[in-house]
Structure formats: structure tokens, C-alpha cells
């Protein structure tokens, strides 16, 4: 991840002049990008953000079995307590959709619906923690608690999650392959880890990625236009690192206020007045089909999304160029698989 911090960064952006005023300082006439241009750009990028790597931490513990487990697993409404609920249903990565279900909250199996937007599942065990406020330092502590939660899956206890598995013959061999050396296979915590195992593998491959891999042709000039002012105007101040986010927690209206002031953010988990209104900053890979967006799923449109948070974070009030070029890069985030 960029170590800059963010009020470094901010500093030295604004003594060079691009946050000095209400609007970029990038121009919005058309840009040719040839080779040299690309290159620098290039460069930046990888200063910036980096590739991707091949492997989630933990999958080194990994093994076919586990994964194969933990696909099934995901997959299976077996484990709400009205049988009408699976990880899949809030975290969609079937028929081509983005790890999320599309939804400003998602419904839980009695028909309840949560106050808070379904982050993407894509990409998701490389952040720094998991939640948007970050209450569960990994995938495997992710996967418990939904399970469990009244207004999620509802299933009352781990001990009849864990029964409804070991009715089941498949299951219980699975378990056994997946955990061969474990004394009791079928085990909640091992069920988590077979869901992480599974979820590990959701690694994204897009054209931002082939850019960087030096490919001059993977990105369009209003792709590489949209990069240069996603750079320039500071929102690499949070969206760092390969994942263009997930690496920090930051404060939902830094300048200007978001309008959702009922959720207190990483202070609910902190008890830390300093944390209010603090989540984590979320990826930007696959944005473009993971919306509506923001914490509360509060903005619906990727365009809308990038001119408020603009203005929120950053005290900029972009243009129409401007928010197009960026929206056209992010959509370069997407991975050539969905």
C-alpha cells in the first residue's frame, strides 16, 4: 500500500496547485496520449497504486478441498434459518455481478432490510479489515457473523448452524477432506475458513491492470484522461494501493458533510469521538457494477458518486468533463471476466 499519509499529501498537492481553487487545474481539452505520455502516466500509476498481487493473504494455507468446501458453503441457504439466505445472496458473484446484490440495504431471510450497503466480496482479503467499519480484521471473522445476525441469516446459535451440517452425509466428509488433520473437522470456525478459502480466490483481473503491465492499448484516451484527474485532484489522498482503497478509514464529508448523520462509523466499534462518521475508505475496483454506493447506498449513480465525493472530500466541484474522464477510468476497473 502508498504509505503517504493523507495529510501529507493533501499539503504537497495543494502547494503544487492542484486543490487550490473550486476546480482542477487538469485541462478539458482533448488529450492525445502517445507512448511518452503513457509512460509517465504509467509510472504514476504504479507509484500510486501498484498491480494487484496473485495470492490473498492466508491462501498459502489453502487447499482444493477447502476451497471447494467453501464454495459450497457460500452458496447454500442451508445456512439461514428459513433456508431462503446464502453468503451469495447479499455478495452476488454469479451471473457475472460484482460480489454485491445491487441494493442500497440488503434483505435479510425474514424480510428485513440493513441500514447499511453490502460492500463487494471481490478483492475483499486484501484489505485491512473487513465491515465497512471495520469489525472484522479478516475474511474468516466476516463470515461468522452474518450467519448469525438477526436481520441477516438468523440462525440462533453456532451449535445449530453446526447441527444442520452434520445431518447432512456430503457435508461431513467435506469437513474431513478439507481439515484432515484437525481432530473435529466440522466446526464452526472451520466452516468460516472454508468460506474465506472460497472467497480468497475472488481476485479481479481488468484492463487497469493490463495498463500498467505495460499494454499502451488497454485503456482509451478518455480512460487515460480520467486517470491523469483521478490523480491529480487528490483523490489518491484515500484511494491508494492496489485495490484503490480498502487501505484506511477516513471521515464521510471532510470538508463539505454528508447528509446521513444516524451512523456514527468506526466510533460505534472505537467509542473514539475522533472516529465519527469514519469508514472504511472502500475499494474502487469493480465500481462501476457494484452500486448504489457510499455507506448507506445513499447515491445511485457512479457519476453522482464521483461529483459528491468530490465535493465532500475534497472541497472540488468537478465538471462535466472532468466527471466523465474519471467515471470512464473507473470503469477500467472492471473485471474482463464480469
Known amino acids: ?38 509512460a509517465e502516466l504509467r509510472e504514476l500509476a504504479t507509484t500510486y497504486f501498484g498491480v494487484l498481487p496473485d495470492a490473498m493473504p492466508g491462501s498459502e494455507n489453502d487447499n482444493d ?62 484489505q485491512l479489515a473487513q465491515f465497512w467499519d471495520g469489525r472484522a480484521a479478516d475474511l474468516q471473522a466476516q463470515a461468522k457473523g452474518p450467519v448469525l445476525n438477526p436481520g441477516e441469516m438468523a440462525m440462533p446459535s453456532e451449535e445449530a448452524v453446526l447441527d444442520r451440517l452434520r445431518m447432512d452425509d456430503t457435508y461431513r466428509a467435506l469437513f474431513v477432506k478439507a481439515f484432515p488433520e484437525a481432530e473435529t473437522a466440522l466446526t464452526y470456525d472451520n466452516m468460516a475458513e472454508a468460506i474465506a478459502a472460497f472467497e480468497r480466490t475472488l481476485i479481479t483481473k481488468d484492463r487497469f491492470d493490463d495498463f500498467q503491465r505495460g499494454d499502451d492499448e488497454a485503456l482509451s484516451d478518455l480512460e487515460l484522461k480520467g486517470l491523469e484527474t483521478f490523480t491529480g485532484i487528490g483523490c ?88 466523465e474522464a474519471i467515471v470512464a477510468f473507473l470503469g477500467a476497473l472492471t473485471d474482463k471476466g464480469r
Open 236 to 323: 489518491t489522498t484515500c484511494h491508494t494501493g492496489p485495490l484503490l482503497g480498502g487501505g484506511m478509514y477516513q471521515k464521510v464529508g471532510l470538508v463539505n458533510p454528508y447528509e446521513n448523520f444516524s451512523d456514527l462509523g468506526l466510533e460505534a466499534v472505537t467509542k473514539e469521538e475522533d472516529d465519527r462518521y469514519k469508514f472504511k475508505v472502500p475499494t474502487l475496483r469493480n465500481v462501476a457494477i457494484t452500486g448504489p454506493y457510499f455507506h448507506d447506498g445513499g447515491v445511485s449513480t457512479l457519476n453522482f458518486a464521483v461529483r459528491k465525493m468530490a465535493y465532500m472530500q475534497l472541497g472540488l466541484e468537478l465538471s462535466t468533463e472532468q466527471t
Open 1 to 38: 500500500m502508498n504509505k503517504i499519509s493523507p495529510p501529507t499529501l493533501w499539503l504537497s498537492l495543494t502547494a503544487i496547485g492542484l486543490l487550490s481553487g473550486p476546480m482542477s487545474m487538469i485541462s478539458e481539452e482533448a488529450v492525445s496520449y502517445d507512448k511518452a505520455k503513457k
Open 65 to 126: 478441498h477447502r476451497r471447494h468446501l467453501g464454495e459450497k458453503l457460500y452458496f447454500d441457504t442451508l445456512l439461514s434459518k428459513n433456508n431462503t439466505q446464502s453468503c451469495n445472496s447479499c455478495h452476488r458473484v454469479d451471473q457475472g455481478l460484482g460480489g454485491v446484490d445491487n441494493a442500497p440495504g440488503s434483505t435479510g431471510a425474514f424480510g428485513g432490510v440493513g441500514d447499511r450497503n453490502a460492500p463487494t466480496v471481490l478483492n475483499a482479503g486484501f
